[in-house]
């Protein structure tokens, strides 16, 4: 508790989060809370909630992105708390993908109910589109078990809560409730950073590629990372620029699938590789040290050919073999900006 008291003549506000009584019954002075009082926001406190997310659809939390409709935001929430979020500003978004969220079925489906993070939110005309991340560490909640605690998370059943698809963001600690009803598995639901936003450039040559493409996307979400990809975010009568254009531009990385076909394209401008690849090259020409993008390779015991842009960069091999696993962790590892561990420097040994 010390080391809270003292960041928070620095961090008052995150002390202050930190030492809310609900979250932290265990401080040793009333006297304490009373002190930094000064420096509560107005309005609710942000630190002891949970976003709840609704759904009628079969298996749809199976799935990595969910789509709802825009009034359908806030619903069952209290007045002070979506005064706050209903217009979703940049303070509020990140919130929002920083604490808990519940991923519940409407009653009548009987699918158990997930607990993990928003890790985007697409702001569309008329409906948000969300990204997400069950975490594996804390099981499925049966319907059977998940209704005994609608109470414990301020699901109002008086007003079929529990039967509406809705996003509700409740004043509600979820990890004490959870831990109360030995439903909190080993996992830390503690705020946590936007994880790595990253786009997957490729092209498709085949449905095999594809599917390839969609397992390594699939792979580096259960690794923490955000694989944006347009199998799983783009919907019939899109915009397809319009979705090149703000990917490229919201990802913190981008992985260019070089392949034959990407190649020929790219160097071509043909299709929806070219559009990209003219982005990808007028970045690079504003930004020439930028590591941003980052060449994949799969081919093995070919050449494989790389955009003129990309020749020159550090590329990862991810073709099938033994060291597949191996560069792929590196992979993972240089997304998370996590380096390779440096052996320590010894001593001369002829001194």
Known sequence: ML???????????????????????????ADLIIAFRSYMPSGPRMSCMYNLLMTAGEDDWNNPTWTMSRDRFLEHTVAAIRERYQNLSPDALQ?????????????????????????EIQQLQNALRITLAIDPHIPPIPQTVFRTIYADLDINTRNFEHSRTHWALKDVDLPNVLAAHNLSGTAQLLPQSRPPKVFVSYSWDSPEHRQWVAHLA???????????????????????????????????????ICTDGYYQRAVARQGGVGYEHSMVTGELMRNVGSNKFIPIVRQSGTQTQVPPELSGRLRFDL????????????????????PTPIPPLGQNPFL
Not at 95 to 117: C, D, K, M, S, W
Not at 226 to 255: C, K, N, P, T, Y
Request: aromatic content about 6%; overall charge neutral.
């Open 319 to 338: 073709a099938p073999g033994p060291n597949y696993l191996t560069h792929l962790d590196a992979l993972i590892r240089d997304l998370h900006n996590v």
């Open 218 to 256: 699939a792979t580096l979400r259960s690794n923490g990372i955000d694989a944006i990809l347009d199998q799983w975010h783009v919907r019939g009568g899109e915009d397809l620029a319009a979705f090149m254009d703000r990917s490229l531009r919201e990802a913190d990385r981008v992985l260019v």
């Open 95 to 119: 919130h929002l993908r920083q604490i808990p969220t519940l991923f519940a079925y409407e009653e009548f489906r009987n699918q158990p109910a997930r607990v993990g993070r928003v890790t």
């Open 3 to 29: 080391s809270y008291i003292q960041a928070g003549l620095q961090e008052p506000r995150l002390a202050l989060e930190k030492i809310t009584p609900r979250c932290q019954s265990d401080l040793a002075s």
